[in-house]
């Protein structure tokens, strides 16, 4: 098993940054790939950015490429996701995922392994 707890989610203003951390507990994490998933108000849920653990390939959505980096902390088990330029549109509990195979997915049924979610406003 992996338990996967997120944090650093709030409320920011349009153009702003936050910075999202996952620490992934349990298992070894080395083979697996880890991500974000998004779901705003009224939306679906929808894959934001993934990293496979060995080797640091990753994979962003287009609607965040180029505002959104993910990097890992392979000591830590951790993954962060930076998120700059922020817009009102970016509002959503964002999920971290785990996928145990190392896939690279871009499907939330892809992604065995799920946190609790933490917000993200952004808001004026």
């Known amino acids: 098993q992996v338990q996967l707890i997120e944090s650093g989610g709030g409320l920011v203003q349009p153009g702003g940054s936050l910075r999202l951390s996952c620490a992934a507990s349990?298992?070894?994490?080395?083979?697996?790939?880890m991500g974000w998933f998004r779901q705003g108000p009224g939306k679906e849920r929808e894959f934001v950015a993934a990293?496979?653990?060995?080797?640091?390939?990753?994979s962003y959505a287009d609607s965040v490429k180029g505002r959104f980096t993910l990097s890992r902390d392979n000591a830590k088990k951790t993954v962060y996701l930076q998120m700059n330029s922020l817009q009102p549109e970016d509002t959503a509990v964002y999920y971290c995922v785990a996928d145990s195979l190392g896939n690279m997915g871009t499907n939330s049924y892809e992604y065995d392994y799920w946190g609790q979610g933490t917000q993200v406003t952004v808001s004026s």
């Open positions: 990293v496979r653990w060995s080797g640091g390939m990753t």
């Open positions: 349990g298992r070894t994490v080395s083979y697996y790939t």
